[in-house]
């Protein structure tokens, strides 16, 4: 039970009055953030992180200028990271659709599944990710996986390796949980 005639302690004082703060200047923050990112939910949510950036480091505060003007460059300073992290995202998206849009061309018009270039685009990612995930794997369960996809039975396999298909079975289960762990995770 807290004692109610307790004090509370400077840094409790300087977290309120930056959130009443906040709520005064709430929508000049928003309407700043707003001109920077072009997008109301960008903006709202470079307000968002400049407020949680605000009260992580209220303690830092010293002062020397209006609390309006602290709050403001933090937010502006979210809004400015979040449009290069958007650019940055946007850039990789583009340089790789650069890299495999010839290949789109010549399977869109061989016919293949995905009409749309896009989902295109997106089955190869997929893919890549994928071959990497198997790459990283331990040789044994590498080469398990691939002579799996390559079309070969459990049968056929046991009988190469010179394992009862049990094992077989088991250790192939295993990995292809192992990769739809990795796979899930890298998403």
């Known amino acids: 039970m807290e004692n109610a005639n307790a004090t509370p302690t400077p840094e409790v004082d300087s977290k309120r009055a930056l959130e009443a703060a906040y709520r ?77 849009w010839p290949d789109a061309d010549r399977s869109l018009a061989a016919g293949t599944r995905h009409r749309d270039p896009e989902a295109y685009v997106h089955a190869r990612i997929d893919l890549e990710r994928a071959s990497e995930l198997i790459d990283a794997l331990p040789p044994e369960r590498r080469r398990l996986v691939m002579e799996s996809a390559s079309g070969e039975s459990c049968v056929e396999i046991a009988e190469d390796w010179g394992l009862p298909v049990a094992a077989v079975k088991s250790r192939l289960c295993r990995a292809r949980v192992s990769l739809r762990a990795k796979f899930g995770a890298a998403s």
């Open 24 to 100: 005064h200047y709430e929508s000049r923050l928003f309407r700043a953030a707003l001109r920077i990112t072009h997008n109301e939910d960008d903006a709202w949510d470079a307000v968002q992180d400049g407020m949680v950036n605000a009260l992580r480091r209220a303690e830092h505060f010293r002062g020397d200028s209006a609390v309006a003007s602290w709050l403001y460059s933090i937010v502006v300073n979210a809004a400015l990271y979040q449009g290069r992290r958007e650019r940055a995202t946007r850039k990789h998206a583009r340089d790789f659709c650069e890299r495999v």
